[in-house]
Every structure is written in structure tokens, then in C-alpha cells.
């Protein structure tokens, strides 16, 4: 036969309240961990939010930097083929003066002003100094002549060469000759 077994009410109660305690311990203490490490997570998940905060602004600063650097180098390159251009409408312009026959002149003067419309169309100023003070951001001296009676020393008294501008950026300087 089988022993029945005494059960203890009081022990079986402290027994109990003795279990509970136990787990209630390592309860609170993995709490306190969980808690610990939701704070790590917390101040790791800021931290990788400024990161991604400094590298989308970085990558916006590099787009805008490299559509910049393209759209100067593409104005440099029209600059580049308008001055390689230049010498032709020097050309032209000799032309019309040289030219004895009137319809040739005349043939020769409306090539030169399409010319000279592309040229303004490209935003290109002309670069006249002449009577001005010498200026060297503009021009280049490349004779320098005696003061005439009445005139002023370090004036532009002729232009040899015609200069452009586009802007503020000098295409070709104009070469000058100015008085001493």
C-alpha cells in the first residue's frame, strides 16, 4: 500500500511564498538588465541616426558640388570655343575694310554682323578702352607712344586688338597702345 503523504499547509505555504521570491529576484534583476539595455539601444540608435543624418548631408554637398563643377566646366568649354573663334571676326572685319568692290564689302559686312549677333547672343561684350586709364585686368599694352599736347600720361590711345568679355571673365585681352 501506498503511504499517503502529510501534507503541511504552513510548509507548503512558506514553500510557496519561498518559490515566489526566488522568481520574483531574477525577474527584477532582468529587468533592471532589460532596461540597461534598452538604454544602450536607445543611445546606439541615436547615434546611428546622426551618422545618417552627416552622411546624407555630406552626399547632398557632394551632388551639388559636382553639378556646379559640371555646369562651369561646360561654360569653360563654350568660353574655349568662342575665343578660338575671335580671330575669325578680327578677319572679317579687315575684310570689309580692305574690300574695294561694294557688293563683296557688303556680302562680307552681313556675314560679320551674324557674327557678331551669335557673339551677343552668347552673352560676349566687346572690350573698348580707348581714352580710358590703362587698365591691366582688361587689356595688355603693347606699345607705349609720347604724350601728345594735351593728353594724359597712362591713357589707351588706340586699340590694336579688339578684346571680349563674357561676363565678368575676360575672353581675350585687348591689346593696347598707351601713352607715357
Known sequence: MEEEKKVDPV???KTAE??????QKPAKKSLKKLQEEIET?????EDLKRKWYAVTAEYENYRRRTQNQAAQRYAEGR?????????IGD???RAVAACADENTKQGVDMVLKAYQKVLAGEGVEEIDPTGQPFDAAVAEAIMAVPCAEGEESGMV???????YKKGDKVLRYAQVIVTQ
Open 79 to 87: 568660353n574655349d570655343v568662342i575665343s578660338s573663334l575671335l580671330p
Open 11 to 13: 510548509a507548503e505555504e
Open 18 to 23: 519561498k518559490a515566489e521570491k526566488a522568481e
Open 91 to 93: 578677319n572679317l572685319e
Open 41 to 45: 539601444l536607445k543611445a546606439e540608435a
Open 157 to 163: 590711345k588706340q586699340v590694336y586688338v579688339k578684346g
